[in-house]
């Protein structure tokens, strides 16, 4: 049952040749994922689902970029809002190797800090934070100093 | 080029804070030093601090530098719109040092990474206010004669008060410490700071009231409980006769216990307790004058 189900799923988002196929991202997530990647500015063929069905999530959502292959400093970027993110890079429609996201130890640019009087907030700023906590996540902010937690999280 | 900004008290090493004590103490015998003479000095108050830009200024003048500077936000560019990013760009090119109050957290932070000069944080908002915490540990360092065995009683609200949390993590950096916190429900020390003291073994105790507990007390840290902190105006009226210091209660303290405060105060250490030999906080407020002069010679290599 569950096998076929799988089947049914991939079948939903149609295959690449060479690329990075992201899975296991929360559906509701899907655009910040496309947005903190840069894939709304990149020429490749990508094609997405959302709204998938997931024994994990829920509902997820599904990314398959051609010929586009990531850096690990570069995807981990997604892991604060996908944490549980799998890659599969595909070489002539063959998986040839499975990653996990991670968090990173500092994040950059892509969290809003949660401190309305952070300097951040108010004078255009770069973010930056260092990750003190993994889970549950706890991101010091290098301005203020103040912690935003999951609960507070706010992608730019 | 590496300079040596002052924005967090955590920049510091313990190295660093005993080097400051030393130069504070040479600055106390001979406050007048021309090792500014030919140097600007920006002093930059985003919000009014009449103690502290004084404290800095005067700081200053005695090591022989020139000020320039914005002591009223409302007079300056910024009324203009200007950013702060600009403001410290150009001063940068114009002075050797940035001194700088801000009233938004972080400011301070981002003005070092933006000025090519030093940068020295006198508070920005709730977040940081170093200098004070080196005078504060410069008064300790006076009064009891050593940083480290010191039993502290921190009271009033060990919540928001940045300066007791700037202290606390000064002060850890010592052996043999023993702190008290003595604050209501509602301000209570936040449980970072217990966190940081459990993983270095340091022994801390919390109360509720302020009792003859501050009989084994080195040091009362005291700091005012304010009314907006309150969620309940009526938490407030209960509580806020409660951390009162009275001259009465000092009578069976230690001989060698001071009573330190950052100042303003306003009813949470009664007059009475100023005629004290333990009231300290007047005679506090003048170690800044030394403690900041340290500060600059330290930060800018003059000594």
Redesign the interface.
Known sequence: MKDTNKKKLKLKVSAIKDGTVIDHIPASNLFDVITILGLNKIENQITFGTNLESEKLGSKAIIKVSDKFFADDEINKIALIAPHAKLNIINDYVVTEKKIVEIPDSVQGIVK?F?P????N????FTKFKVINKSPLALK???????TDKEHLQII | MNKKDLISITDYTKDDYLRIMDLAAEFEKNPNQDLLKGKVVASLFFEPSTRTRLSFETAISRLGGRIIGIADPGSSSVSKGETLHDTIRMVSNYADLIVMRHPLEGAARYAAEVASIPVINAGDGANQHPTQTLLDMYSILKTQGRLDNINIFMVGDLKYGRTVHSLLMAMSEFENQIFNFIAPEELLMPEEYKIHLRDKGIKYYEHREFTDIINAADIIYMTRVQKERFSDPIEYEKVKNVYILREKMLRNTKPNVRVLHPLPRVNEIHPDVDKSEKAYYFEQALNGVFTREAIIAHTLNLK
């Open positions: 800090c401190n009087k952070c300097i951040t108010n004078e255009a700023i902010c290098c301005y203020c100093e103040k912690i």
